[in-house]
C-alpha cells in the first residue's frame, strides 16, 4: 500500500477500532465512487472520444492498484501482458484460448497456493483481483475464438458475445484494469465492456415515448439505483461492524458449538453464515454501485419505463435469501462467476460438465481444503435436488394451493438446507469440517445419498401456464436453455 494511504488507513483503524483490511477496503471503494462520479460527469461519451475514456479508466485503475498492493500489481501486470502476446501471436481459431486459460490459470494457481501454504484466510492482497482478471482474460481469449469461426458453427449466445475485432493494448488494458473494477471486480463481458466506453450501450436499448415510438434515450440517471445500492451497502456494513464479531463463522466447529443443543447450534448457524453472506453481498452491491456511478451496468428498462442497472450486478439477495426452492437460491448468488464458468467451461467440455465446472470453480478459489469438500458436495446435492424436483413437484400441480403449499416446504427446506451445505466453505480446513458435520451426524449427506439411491417414478408432467424456469447456477454451475427445458428443473 502507498505511504499516505497506509497512514491514513491506520488512523482510521485506530479511531474506529475495525480491521485494517476491512477499513482499507472500504477507503477505496470510496476513492473509485468519488472517480465514478466524476467520471460519467466529465468523460461521458458524448462528450469526449473513447480513447479519452480508455485512458482515463487505465490510468486511474493503474493508480488504484498501486496504492493498493504497491509493487505486486506486477503480478497483475505480467500475467495479462504475458496473456495478450499469446492471443496475439497465436492462431486464435486452433488452441490460443486454451493456452490463454493454461497460463493465466497456472499463475493464479501458484498464488492461491502460496496463499494457502501460508495459512492465509483473511488479508486482502492482489490475489482477489488476479481472480477477476483472470476471469476477464480467459473470456476474452474465448470470445476472440469464438470470433474467428463461422457463426454458423459458433453457440448462439457465443456469438453475441464473439468479438471479431481484435482489441488493441489500450482497449485491452482498459478492460481488465479499469478502476470500477479493479479490486474485487464485478465481471463483465469485453463486448458490453467496450459498448459502454464507446456509448453503443445506450444504443442497443430504447424506450417507447408518449406517442409509441422507439428512441434512444440520452445518458439515463443513475442516481436512484446508486442511492439505493449505497444504502444497502452500508446498512449491512453497520449490521456487519456490530454483530459479525459476535457470531464468528468458525465457532460452528468450536468445541462450545458443537456440544450444546442442536436447535441452538442450528441458530448459531443461521446467524453466523448470514452474516458471513453479508460481508460479501455488501461487498459486491458496493462496486455495483461504483460501476452504476460511472454509467457502467445499464441494461435497457423496465416495463413503466425505469432504467435498469443490473447489467453487471452479482447478487440478488432479495431472491436469495426469499428463494422458493435451492435452484432459486442458487440463481441469485456470485452471477457473475457463474457467468464466466458457463461461457469458458460448461459450454465447452463435451464430457462430465457439471463435475468439471465445480472442479473449475474450485481451483479458482484456490487450494483449502473447503473449496474441494464443497465441490464434492455440492455437485450430489445438485442431482439429488433435480431428481427430487422431477419426482415429486408434478403432483402438487393440479391446483394453486397444492403448488403454494409445496412451494412453502420447499422454501423451508431451503431456508435450513442451504446453510448446513455451504458452511462448509468458510471453515477451512478438514479439522473443522469433519467435526462440525460429525455433530449433526452427517445427516443432510446421508438424505441427499438416500435420494440418489431412490428409483425414479414415472408421474404425469404438468406444465404450469407461463412459466419462466431460470437458468440453473450452483457456484458458476449453469445449465443451457435447451438443457433446462427438457429436465423439467
Avoid at 491514513?8 to 483490511?21: K, N, W
Avoid at 487505465?58 to 500489481?73: D, K, N, Q
Wanted: net charge positive; with cysteine; proline share 4%.
Amino acid at each position: 500500500m502507498a505511504p499516505g494511504v497506509q497512514y491514513f488507513v491506520t488512523a482510521l483503524c485506530q479511531l474506529t477500532g475495525a480491521e485494517e483490511a476491512e477499513t482499507q477496503f472500504v477507503v477505496f471503494q470510496g476513492i473509485c465512487l468519488i472517480l465514478a462520479v466524476l467520471y460519467r460527469h466529465f468523460l461521458s461519451p458524448n462528450k469526449v472520444t473513447a480513447t479519452t475514456r480508455h485512458v482515463v479508466t487505465t490510468v486511474l485503475g493503474l493508480y488504484i492498484g498501486i496504492c493498493s498492493f504497491s509493487w505486486s500489481i506486477c503480478h497483475l501486470f505480467l500475467q495479462s501482458t504475458v496473456a495478450y502476446v499469446l492471443m496475439k501471436v497465436m492462431d486464435p481459431t486452433r488452441r490460443m484460448p486454451q493456452v490463454v486459460f493454461v497460463f493465466t490459470m497456472g499463475y493464479l494457481c501458484v498464488i492461491q497456493l502460496r496463499k494457502a501454504l501460508d495459512n492465509d484466510l483473511t488479508s486482502a492482497d492482489y490475489s482477489t483481483s488476479m481472480m477477476i482478471i483472470t476471469m476477464r482474460i480467459t473470456d476474452l481469449a474465448y470470445s476472440i475464438h469464438d470470433g474467428s469461426k463461422e457463426k454458423s458453427k459458433v453457440y448462439p449466445k457465443h456469438n453475441e458475445l464473439s468479438i471479431r475485432h481484435f482489441p488493441t493494448p489500450l482497449e485491452y488494458y482498459s478492460y481488465i484494469f479499469h478502476f470500477q473494477g479493479i479490486l474485487i471486480g464485478p465481471f463483465c463481458y469485453y463486448k458490453d465492456y467496450v459498448n459502454y466506453i464507446e456509448g453503443k450501450d445506450l444504443l442497443l436499448h430504447t424506450k417507447e415515448d408518449q406517442f409509441g415510438k422507439r428512441t434512444v434515450a440520452n445518458e439515463p440517471s443513475a442516481l436512484v439505483a446508486v442511492l439505493g445500492k449505497l444504502a444497502c451497502s452500508i446498512g449491512m456494513m453497520v449490521l456487519v461492524a456490530v454483530a459479525g464479531p459476535k457470531f464468528p463463522v468458525l465457532e460452528n466447529a468450536s468445541d462450545e458449538i458443537v456440544n450444546s443443543s442442536i436447535p441452538y447450534r442450528i441458530a448459531y448457524l443461521l446467524v453466523s453464515l448470514k452474516l458471513c453472506e453479508m460481508r460479501y453481498v455488501l461487498a459486491w452491491v458496493l462496486v455495483d454501485a461504483i460501476c452504476n456511478a460511472s454509467g457502467l451496468g445499464f441494461n435497457g428498462y423496465h416495463p413503466n419505463g425505469k432504467p435498469k442497472w443490473d447489467l453487471v450486478t452479482n447478487v440478488h439477495y432479495h431472491k436469495y435469501v426469499t428463494a422458493v426452492n435451492f435452484k432459486q437460491n442458487i440463481d441469485s448468488w456470485n452471477i457473475g462467476t457463474a457467468r464466466w464458468l458457463k461461457h469458458v467451461c460448461y459450454d465447452r467440455v463435451p464430457f462430465l460438465k457439471e463435475v468439471l465446472t465445480f472442479l473449475l470453480s474450485a481451483v479458482w478459489h484456490g487450494f483449502f481444503f473447503s473449496y474441494y469438500w464443497c465441490v464434492t458436495t455440492l455437485a450430489p446435492l445438485v442431482l439429488a435436488s433435480r431428481k427430487l424436483r422431477r419426482n415429486v413437484r408434478p403432483h402438487f400441480l393440479h391446483s394453486s394451493q397444492s403448488k403454494e403449499r409445496y412451494d412453502w416446504l420447499t422454501r423451508f427446506v431451503t431456508v435450513f438446507s442451504t446453510p448446513y451445505f455451504t458452511v462448509s466453505f468458510q471453515l477451512y480446513t478438514f479439522h473443522r469440517i469433519i467435526k462440525f458435520y460429525s455433530g449433526f451426524y452427517f445427516i443432510g449427506h446421508i438424505i441427499v445419498l438416500l435420494i440418489l439411491l431412490l428409483p425414479n417414478r414415472k408421474s404425469i408432467q404438468k406444465s404450469e401456464p407461463n412459466s419462466n424456469e431460470p437458468n440453473y447456477v450452483m457456484n458458476g454451475l449453469q445449465q443451457t436453455e435447451d438443457e433446462t427445458s427438457k429436465k423439467d428443473l
